[in-house]
């Protein structure tokens, strides 16, 4: 079964760090642009970054530059996003979403983890 | 950034009957070297990740009912339901993946009439 599984979500203070996984099964990792897409709850999708198939090309939203970092290891088909000095308006639900092998649409989506930026 | 709009923000249709949403983008996301428009559609249930209906504006993912549909080019977009179902209560959302940042609509909340 092809599948996506986050985790790493918690309860973390203002200025705290996190790192999320996303652990990848059933399909080539390899093949596949990595996302992270986060949302709060009853708002709408808000892209954070991608990475390509070999982990060498990122991107981010504005939004989390300098703060977030993502990353992925192929040995282990997982995606991370380490998420440094964090801000109240980082809580959100953070999916992970593949894309094959380029600039195309995110067929499978993972169940979500829930980050919450609270002191 | 490129921003997509959709309209309406919200929408309450009978069973049965057709419901369109539209997704206008602020720039061109069809590519001229593949002539494809590089826009698809999600449908999110409550507490449920987002689901892909639509990709390259117009093809339907595999398993997805034949009464989604996409339709548009360059940038203005419509998803219909031609026979509304009542499992088809969602959210909708477009989305480009043209260029970075991959952004999406604000949503479409469908309920039944």
């Known amino acids: 079964e092809v599948q996506l599984v986050e985790s790493g979500g918690g309860l973390v203070q203002p200025g705290g760090s996190l790192r999320l996984s996303c652990a990848a099964s059933?399909?080539?990792?390899?093949?596949?642009?990595m996302h992270w897409v986060r949302q709060v709850p009853g708002r709408g999708l808000v892209w954070v970054s991608r990475i390509n198939t070999d982990g060498t090309n990122t991107n981010y939203a504005d939004s989390v530059k300098g703060r977030f970092t993502i990353s992925r290891d192929n040995a282990k088909n997982t995606l991370y996003l380490q998420m440094n000095s964090l801000r109240v308006d980082d809580t959100a639900v953070y999916y992970c979403a593949r894309a094959e092998g380029g600039p195309y649409e995110f067929d499978i989506w993972g169940q979500g983890t829930m980050v919450t930026v609270s002191s | 950034d490129i921003v997509m709009t959709q309209s309406p923000d919200s929408l309450a249709v009978s069973l049965g009957e057709r419901a369109t949403i539209n997704c206008k983008s602020s720039q061109s996301v069809l590519y001229s070297s593949n002539n494809k428009n590089y826009l698809a559609w999600y449908q999110q249930k409550p507490g449920q990740p987002p689901k892909l209906l639509i990709y390259w504006a117009s093809t339907r993912e595999s398993g997805v009912p034949d009464r989604f549909s996409g339709s548009g080019s360059g940038t203005d977009f419509t998803l219909t339901i031609s026979s509304l179902e009542a499992e088809d209560v969602a959210v909708y959302y477009c989305q480009q993946y043209y260029d970075s940042p991959y952004t999406f609509g604000q949503g479409t909340k469908l309920e039944i009439e």
């Open positions: 059933g399909f080539t990792f390899t093949r596949y642009w």
